[in-house]
């Protein structure tokens, strides 16, 4: 018996010796066969673009305020209410903080979510949460939104993919365990700036003329095509990708045009606001008009622990104008159904105001807003307590966000993509499609 086990053990060694070696003569290393057999094992499922086109991620750094915006408590004792009134919207039922005139205007456009949470209360673990729909884990780096967007669907009208507006806000907005070509392209300068306002890798440098920067680019596909014939590493081909891309950006009149705001008229620009909450917008719109398909821009700091009245009365008037702004205007323009604009944070604030009259972190209930895209408009989805401190009912977690989000653009975030090991890692692990906003 034990020499029949022995035969069979044998045999099977024999057999996976085999099979490497079959391998190797298909020119495949032993770390390429294992990725290659990790590809095979994962669940696939082919992304067809969405009901949404394109996302526009508009993220305030910090923790912002629940209380202070969307889900004001009006009859909660003053130390819980805070130094701001609640006003009416222009659909009954739902008020805003006074802050939002201009998006009370437009709350028939918008869904707010009054009910996300987490248990993280530490600013990178919550960026962590609302960039990849992961928790943070010492073992692995998770792909951004963005990186997970070009990845599955790539560039769109030779423009990237993914665009970072004015740079790449933090580590979590990277590609994570995927390859570096799947990364965002990040401006490298301020819109807001007006007349400075430069994109950079988006000119010939100095000196340089139509003419040579193709020899140029000949002489380097040249040097390209040698290497790739003496390795097949992915690093060679992601940095191949970059090159092929950066090229078509420069020689694109199209990808030009798209990051070149002068285009705009000046009174739309002063509807927007001549600020960085304004003038950013107007170029998320100006991009995904153009076929960009993930703008992540950034505003304000909204880390507020000390005299939270004097924060607010800085940070939201700009942004309260320029995303009223945003909606309309992608409305008005027929885009707003094929472009999902999503507002997030890390956490909230504390229920209660501290001694020095600021809210701190808050992670167990917060609110973002989704508008466009297939989603319902005009609602307030979930809710929290009547002192803004937990939620009450339907408690929306990241993982239900991030795959709300993803099954709006056309992809199921139950797709197993493959990081290092070679290990199959689902987009997002665990939630559920919001069904109850989903038009």
């Not at 009910?115 to 962590?128: C, I, K, Q």
């Not at 917008?281 to 505003?299: D, F, I, K």
Request: proline share 6%.
């Amino acid at each position: 018996m034990k020499g029949c086990q022995g035969f069979q053990q044998g045999f099977a060694n024999r057999r996976e010796f085999m099979q490497v070696g079959f391998a190797g003569g298909l020119g495949l290393a032993l770390p390429e066969l294992m990725k290659v057999e990790a590809n095979a094992a994962a669940k696939f499922y082919e992304s067809k673009e969405g009901v949404a086109k394109s996302l526009i991620h508009i993220y305030l750094p910090g923790g912002s305020a629940h209380q202070e915006t969307w889900d004001p408590k009006p009859y909660a004792p003053s130390e819980y209410r805070g130094p701001y009134k609640a006003i009416k919207t222009n659909v009954p039922g739902i008020e805003f903080s006074e802050n939002m005139k201009h998006m009370a205007k437009v709350a028939d456009k918008i869904c707010v979510i009054r009910s996300m949470n987490h248990g993280e209360a530490a600013h990178e673990r919550g960026t962590h949460n609302m960039f990849t729909g992961y928790r943070p884990s010492p073992a692995i780096e998770f792909p951004s939104f963005g990186s997970v967007i070009s990845h599955e669907f790539g560039p769109r009208k030779n423009l990237p993919p993914y665009v970072c507006v004015p740079n790449q806000p933090n580590e979590y907005a990277g590609t994570g365990y995927l390859s570096s070509m799947y990364g965002p392209f990040a401006l490298g300068s301020d819109p807001a700036q007006d007349k400075a306002f430069k994109v950079r890798d988006l000119t010939l440098p100095g000196g340089v003329d139509v003419k040579r920067f193709e020899r140029r680019r000949s002489l380097l596909e040249t040097v390209d095509s040698h290497f790739r014939n003496m390795e097949k590493a992915d690093e060679i081909d992601a940095m191949d990708t970059f090159y092929q891309r950066a090229y078509g950006l420069i020689s694109s009149n199209e990808a030009r045009e798209a990051f070149d705001l002068t285009k705009e008229d000046e009174k739309l620009k002063e509807k927007y606001g001549k600020n960085q909450a304004g003038m950013r917008m107007l170029l998320a719109r100006r991009l995904v008009e153009s076929g960009v398909r993930l703008v992540t821009l950034t505003y304000g700091s909204w880390d507020m622990h000390d005299r939270i009245k004097d924060g607010i009365a800085r940070s939201v008037p700009d942004f309260d104008k320029a995303l009223a702004s945003l909606i309309t205007d992608l409305s008005e323009r027929g885009l707003l159904d094929s472009t999902l604009v999503m507002v997030s944070s890390e956490f909230g604030r504390t229920p209660k105001i501290n001694k020095t009259d600021g809210r701190d972190h808050w992670p167990r209930v917060f609110s973002t807003v989704l508008a466009g895209g297939g989603i319902k408009s005009g609602m307030v989805y979930g809710s929290s307590d009547s002192l803004a401190a937990e939620p009450d009912q339907n408690p929306v977690g990241v993982q239900d966000f991030a795959k709300t989000v993803y099954h709006q653009l056309g992809i199921n975030a139950d797709k197993e993509l493959i990081a290092p090991g070679p290990r199959p890692m689902e987009i997002v692990d665990g939630g559920n499609v919001i069904q109850d906003i989903i038009a």
